[in-house]
């Protein structure tokens, strides 16, 4: 069991920036596999990152990282656009790369924080 909470949500400016972050617990963190994922108000949820891929829409201005040490993964965001405002989910499943992008593949999620980009 792995319980995720992550915060570093807001209000921000069209091309500013922000830092999500994604605390652990529970199970050896470093174990997993990490992804970010992003749902906007009538929408399904959309893959945005993990480690190795990145989506189009994103690529270039938002990057993952983790620290095992904290048992923590950051999604640092730049250049948003009002596009990107939605609510984020930081997810966590067992090393894979099959099907990275699909929701159903992870196993723990967080509660998401809601990401507002204004133009």
């Known amino acids: 069991q792995v319980q995720l909470v992550e915060s570093g949500g807001g209000l921000v400016q069209a091309g500013g920036s922000l830092r999500l972050s994604c605390a652990a617990s529970?199970?050896?963190?470093?174990?997993?596999?990490l992804g970010w994922f992003r749902q906007a108000p009538g929408k399904e949820r959309e893959f945005v990152a993990t480690?190795?891929y990145y989506a189009d829409s994103v690529k270039g201005r938002f990057t993952i990282s983790r620290d095992n040490a904290k048992n923590t993964m950051y999604l640092q965001m730049n250049s948003l656009k009002p596009e990107d405002t939605a609510v984020y989910y930081c997810?966590?499943?067992?090393?894979?790369?099959?099907?990275?992008?699909?929701?159903?593949?992870?196993?723990?999620w967080g509660q998401g924080t809601q990401v507002t980009v204004s133009s």
């Open positions: 529970g199970r050896t963190f470093s174990s997993y596999a």
């Open positions: 480690s190795t």
């Open positions: 997810a966590v499943r067992l090393p894979s790369t099959y099907r990275y992008s699909d929701p159903a593949q992870y196993d723990y």
